[in-house]
């Protein structure tokens, strides 16, 4: 079964530098998407970033990249120049022709001023 | 500004007592979903519609239900509310049902409590 995995259940960043979040997948699929959403307190869910898996360069908006490692199955955000804004529960997700969407378990982001 | 809404933002209910929860969209997205989403923890498809088609998450418990009248709504019915079922449900909406176009745009969500 198609599993996500975020390992890092908090992680922490001073504001202006860069922050990584982890994400790893399991799936025995060649075709899907990944996606990282954001979801500030009591706030609704945006979307981030998106990646298509046959896609080989990382999907870059503006402070935010992903370092996708179709092999690895690893699929982590780079925040850079991090603002107090960016602190949120931030979801990685899966989606395929058979999976509409699944998550991991979320990752709580701190931005220290 | 097109959006997904929901109604209301904070529902109380009582054990055992019917409750409906409401999602309108001005996308005018073919799909709508509706997840469960307990605290400190990943959101859970519940089901979604295409269009009129309904499609169940194999685990999802039979005292959910739910109702789509038109392309702009869809409900949430809950028949029987137990203490386990206190949760954020959020409702999403995507444009088809293919993944190529696979961005799901979500409401703010309403948290249910069960007294």
């Known amino acids: 079964a198609q599993t996500v995995t975020q390992s890092q259940p908090e992680m922490s960043v001073q504001e202006a530098e860069t922050v990584t979040l982890s994400c790893t997948y399991d799936?025995?699929?060649?075709?899907?998407?990944l996606f990282w959403y954001k979801q500030p307190p009591s706030r609704q869910m945006i979307l981030v970033i998106r990646?298509?898996?046959?896609?080989?360069q990382n999907a870059t908006e503006n402070r935010f990249s992903v370092n996708f490692q179709k092999a690895a199955k690893s699929f982590s955000l780079k925040i850079s120049d991090s603002q107090l804004g960016d602190a949120a529960m931030y979801f990685c997700a899966y989606r395929s022709e058979a999976i509409y969407m699944r998550f991991g378990a979320g990752t709580r982001l701190t931005v220290k001023p | 500004d097109a959006m997904v809404i929901q109604n209301p933002r904070y529902q109380v209910t009582q054990f055992g007592k019917p409750v409906t929860l409401s999602c309108s969209q001005t996308l005018n997205h073919n799909v709508m979903y509706w997840y469960q989403q307990k605290s400190s923890q990943a959101p859970k498809l519940l089901f979604h519609y295409y269009d009129k088609d309904f499609n169940n998450e194999a685990d999802t418990p039979d005292n959910f239900q739910s109702r789509r009248p038109n392309t702009s709504f869809c409900f949430l019915d809950i028949r029987s509310p137990g203490l386990g079922d206190a949760a954020m449900y959020l409702c999403a909406t995507s444009r088809v049902y293919s993944p190529s176009y696979n961005e799901q745009f979500f409401g703010p969500g309403t948290r249910l409590t069960v007294l």
């Open positions: 990646q298509e898996a046959y896609k080989q």
């Open positions: 799936t025995s699929e060649s075709d899907y998407y």
